[in-house]
């Protein structure tokens, strides 16, 4: 018999279209250096209003505000009885068990932009 616990927490979908980070990554342009991007709550440039790309949300953004939460645990076990009533002869049976249970907490947190942003389209 054995148990696991396994406890992970990826980032979640941007608050767009739930599009995953690599999805933003892979559309942002090559020659932007997308790690200066990082300091979302200080630069300017970072944020959400003075982001470059209207488009497709700053990854970083992303990996700290939309987050998937999941615990499962798995337990998988197996029994083997056997029985020799003769000495030539051997009775056996064999059974298993797998199972797992899943717990999901994903959330995403409000994106918030200025009157100004809302208001140039």
């Known amino acids: 018999?054995?148990?696991?616990?396994?406890?992970t927490s990826t980032s979640g979908g941007d608050m767009n279209q739930d599009r995953p980070v690599y999805w933003n990554v892979l559309n942002t342009p090559g020659h932007v250096p997308i790690t200066r991007y990082k300091d979302i709550e200080n630069d300017p440039f970072a944020a959400l209003d003075g982001y470059f790309n209207a488009y497709y949300p700053n990854p970083y953004w992303q990996?700290?505000?939309?987050?998937?939460?999941?615990l499962r645990n798995d337990v998988i076990g197996s029994v083997l009885l056997s029985l020799k009533p003769l000495p030539w002869l051997t009775l056996s049976d064999r059974t298993g068990i797998t199972f797992n249970a899943i717990n999901n907490h994903n959330h995403k947190d409000e994106a918030i932009y200025s009157s100004y942003s809302a208001t140039r389209a």
């Open 1 to 7: 018999l054995s148990f696991t616990q396994t406890k």
């Open 63 to 70: 990996i700290k505000h939309a987050r998937n939460n999941e």
